[in-house]
């Protein structure tokens, strides 16, 4: 699979009320030629068949470290994944082509819907509609052209430094995930540090839910 490729920066810090935090990013590449057959139903198979794409692969990973340092731990993994499948479940599960240095996801830029989002033992898999829009159709064309492709998480959080390993916080957010090129090189990137944001990213109905869902794990 692939290797982590993140922006990042020192851990979260209290200020006039608000956490801090950073974008967090992660890259891993999909199955060869950009779709795992075996995780397709028929019907979406009958999808592709017809004209349609479906991307599908490894998401996310947790408790490994990274090209970069970096430990997602499986405990937050699997709480954002639950979380996520609410976006999912609402069609709200849209991600962009290429990463934009924002906590936002932009409707004009979207390429595709994440339509199917699950754990398999540290390793978040998924499925990923590609949509019929602007960015939909150069990432589709992209991938017909046999252009290397890789899925990456966007997210926010802060990270903490134990036994020489960078550790994603408790406080960490998934936002989306966007497909990103990957140079055959993993020195090639140059991380840079990303943008400090207050955490107003979600809605209060998703805040709401993510409560919700810490509350039914704790019972």
Request: proline share 3%; glycine share 10%.
């Amino acid at each position: 699979m692939g290797f982590g490729r993140e922006t990042f920066g020192r851990p979260s810090v209290i200020e006039k009320g608000y956490i801090k935090m950073k974008l967090l990013r992660e890259y891993y590449e999909l199955c060869e030629g950009g779709v795992c057959q075996d995780l397709l139903t028929e019907d979406e198979k009958r999808f592709v068949a017809s004209g349609g794409m479906y991307l599908s692969g490894k998401l996310q990973q947790a408790n490994t470290k990274n090209g970069n340092g970096r430990v997602y731990p499986f405990d937050i993994l699997v709480r954002e994944v639950e979380n996520y499948k609410k976006l999912v479940k609402e069609s709200r599960a849209l991600g962009e082509l290429d990463h934009p240095d924002d906590s936002v996801i932009n409707l004009k830029n979207a390429s595709h819907l994440v339509t199917s989002i699950w754990m398999d033992g540290d390793t978040v898999m998924g499925k990923v509609k590609v949509l019929d829009t602007p960015s939909g159709q150069v990432l589709k064309s992209l991938v017909e052209s046999g252009v290397k492709l890789g899925i990456s998480s966007r997210g926010m959080g802060s990270v903490e430094n134990r036994n020489g390993q960078t550790v994603v916080q408790d406080d960490f957010q998934l936002i989306c995930f966007d497909f990103v090129s990957e140079p055959s090189t993993p020195e090639a990137f140059m991380v840079k540090e990303g943008k400090e944001y207050t955490n107003q990213v979600f809605t209060k109905a998703d805040r709401i839910n993510r409560l919700l869902n810490e509350v039914l794990k704790d019972e």
